[in-house]
């Protein structure tokens, strides 16, 4: 079940969601932390995220079975005034155990939806290259803009491209 996670929930969740954030860590997935990814500040950063999900700047979904979250996606508002048309997709994360079942395809189609009823018109996201993370995108009709080399570090600190990727929603 997919729902959406409201600011006050986040507390209760962070432990879950760190254990979720470590585990794409330690399977090497490049989403902004290295490993080994300490389990506080791993809980500290879904903590931190709090406040811009009350905000009203990010909306955060989790995907749960049986109580244990598998799956999570962002969706980041831009607040700028020429921007408020457009949202950034971030940290979709499904757990290793949970993946090649649709999860990562359910949380994008889930985050598309509600950026189109919220009025988002563009939605735009990065990834590192050759991952499969891309091959999803790919698949679920994201349009790639470019490459860029050297953009960010991978899980070990090896610095690997990004490509870009933009699509209306649905």
């Not at 999900?53 to 980041?76: E, F, H, K, N």
């Not at 994201?142 to 899980?155: L, S």
Request: charged share 20%.
């Amino acid at each position: 079940m997919i729902t959406r996670l409201p600011a006050t929930g986040i507390p209760a969740a962070a432990r879950d969601l760190a254990a979720l954030l470590r585990d794409a860590v330690e399977g090497g997935s490049s989403i902004g932390f290295l490993a080994p990814l300490d389990p506080a500040e791993a809980t500290a950063w879904w903590e931190g995220l709090a406040p811009e999900v009350a905000d009203g700047g990010t909306a955060v979904w989790v995907a749960r079975s049986g109580g244990r979250i598998l799956g999570t996606v962002q969706l980041r508002f831009c607040g700028m005034p020429n921007g408020r048309h457009r949202a950034e997709m971030a940290k979709l994360i499904v757990h290793r155990d949970a993946r090649g079942r649709g999860l990562g395809r359910r949380l994008l189609a889930t985050a598309e939806r509600e950026a189109a009823a919220s009025g988002v018109r563009l939605l735009v996201l990065d990834t590192q290259t050759g991952s499969p993370a891309e091959h999803l995108y790919r698949s679920a009709g994201w349009t790639e803009a470019g490459t860029i080399p050297d953009y960010a570090a991978d899980t070990e600190g090896v610095l690997r491209p990004t490509t870009l990727f933009h699509k209306k929603p649905l």
